[in-house]
C-alpha cells in the first residue's frame, strides 16, 4: 500500500511559539524540526507495520520542518519549492495522513492557529465557509481520489479536522490553553502514540471514502492588512472583494490552490 505524509510544524508535541521555534531564525528552530522528524519516523514506523509499502512524505512548513539527516530510512521526500498543488499526489495513492496540523486562523486556544500565513491572513473561506490547510488538504485529497485517514496536531486541528473526516484516526499532541501555549505531551508519549495509531489508521483504507467537495468554487482570502493587497489584485483572475479581501474562482480545488 502506498501513502502520502503531508507534514507540517506547528501541531508538534512541545511546540508552541512562532518566534522560539518555527520560524526559521527561531533559536529552536533546530530542536523543533528534530522534534517533528521524530514523531514523522515513529508514523512511518507504524503505516509500515499496518502494511504500507511505499511511503512519500511532503515537507509543508514553509521554512522546512524536518531534519533530513535523522529521516526514517523508509520515507521518500517531496522537498524543494517551487512545488504545485498536489505535490505528485495521484489516484495510485491508498490513503494521506496529515502530521503535525494546526488549526485556521482566529480559532479560539488553537496551538499557533493561523491559515497558511500567520503574518499576513486573516480569514479564508472556501463556497463561504472558513477553511484553513487541515480543510483544504483533505478537500484536495479527495478530489484526487485519496482518503485521508490520519490527523496529528492540538486538539482544535482534530476538531477541525472530524468535521471532514468523522472517523479520522488522531494522535492529539497537546490541549491549547492559548495561540502559544499548552498542555503538551512528552516528545517520547508522542512518539509512542504517533507508532501505534499510525498503525491502526492503515485499517481505515478501503473503510474512510475521499472527502467530497462540489464545484464550482469561490476561494475568499481576507488579509490582515491592505496594503497587502496591492500586488494581489493586479493579477488579472484576482477579484477585489473588499479593501482587505479578495477572492479567485475555480472549477477543481488543485486550480483554486494554485491560484488563491
Ligand atoms: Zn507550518
Not at 167 to 196: F, Y
Request: aromatic letters at 8%; proline letters at 4%; a negative charge.
Amino acid at each position: 500500500m502506498k501513502v502520502f505524509i503531508l507534514g507540517d510544524l506547528e501541531g508538534t508535541a512541545g511546540v508552541v511559539d512562532f518566534k522560539s521555534q518555527t520560524y526559521s531564525d527561531a533559536k529552536y528552530y533546530e530542536q523543533a524540526k528534530r522534534l517533528a522528524t521524530l514523531e514523522i519516523n515513529a508514523l512511518i514506523d507504524g503505516v509500515i507495520a499496518g502494511g504500507a509499502t511505499e511511503i512519500w512524505f511532503l515537507d509543508g512548513h514553509g521554512p522546512g520542518g524536518i531534519n533530513y539527516e535523522l529521516m526514517h530510512a523508509e520515507a521518500k521526500m517531496v522537498i524543494g519549492r517551487p512545488i504545485s498543488v498536489p505535490w505528485g499526489l495521484d489516484p495510485t495513492f491508498d490513503a494521506m495522513l496529515l502530521y503535525g496540523h494546526h488549526s485556521m486562523s482566529n480559532t479560539n486556544c488553537g496551538v499557533l492557529c493561523h491559515s497558511w500565513s500567520s503574518r499576513t491572513i486573516d480569514n479564508c473561506w472556501l463556497n463561504g465557509k472558513l477553511i484553513g490547510e487541515i480543510g483544504l488538504n483533505i478537500s484536495l485529497a479527495g478530489e484526487v481520489g485519496v482518503p485521508t485517514i490520519f490527523i496529528s496536531g492540538d486538539d482544535t486541528a482534530i476538531a477541525e479536522a472530524k468535521e471532514y473526516v468523522p472517523d479520522i484516526a488522531s494522535v492529539e499532541t497537546k490541549v491549547g490553553l492559548s495561540q502559544t501555549s499548552a498542555l503538551s505531551i512528552s516528545p517520547l508519549k508522542s512518539q509512542q502514540l504517533h507508532r501505534e495509531v499510525g498503525e491502526i489508521a492503515m485499517r481505515l483504507i478501503g473503510q474512510t471514502e475521499p472527502y467530497h467537495t462540489q464545484p464550482p468554487y469561490t476561494f475568499k482570502t481576507q488579509l490582515l492588512e491592505a496594503t497587502a493587497l496591492k500586488s494581489k489584485v493586479q493579477q488579472s483572475h484576482v477579484e477585489l472583494v473588499d479593501d482587505r479581501t479578495y477572492q479567485v474562482r475555480g472549477q477543481t480545488l488543485v486550480e483554486i490552490a494554485s491560484k488563491r
